[in-house]
């Protein structure tokens, strides 16, 4: 019997003494930082455009490089060249002008039904 009750006394006494540490909310020390491995990724941030803003604040503020800036304005511009580009060519080829005048001679007549 004093086996059981020292025992008892002793599962009784460990229960009462870890019972707050389980309690207490865990807080990780900020001077730790979390561990990382090779394939581990952060929490995906579900948010909003509000959120972005700060969370690129580098980008905001343009302290970014600005080659993919400078890369989007030039397909822009290739874009622009490679859909008119040909178009004013042919009409300089065929009439010696890029473009031609307002009110100009044309190749359709009225009467040429």
């Excluded at 086996?3 to 865990?26: D, E, F, Q, V, Y």
């Excluded at 959120?51 to 980008?59: I, S, V």
């Amino acid at each position: 019997m004093p086996l059981l009750r020292n025992a008892a006394r002793l599962a009784s006494s460990s229960l009462r003494a870890a019972a707050p540490m389980s309690t207490r909310p865990c807080v990780r020390s900020l001077s730790l930082p979390a561990s990382r491995g090779f394939v581990t990724r952060s929490l995906p941030r579900m948010g909003h455009n509000l959120e972005d803003h700060y969370d690129f604040a580098e980008f905001m503020c343009k302290m970014h490089s600005p080659l993919g800036e400078y890369l989007i304005w030039a397909v822009i511009f290739s874009t622009f060249l490679v859909t008119f580009g040909p178009l004013l060519h042919s009409n300089y080829y065929f009439t010696g002008r890029f473009l031609p005048k307002d009110q100009g001679n044309s190749q359709l007549c009225d009467d040429s039904w």
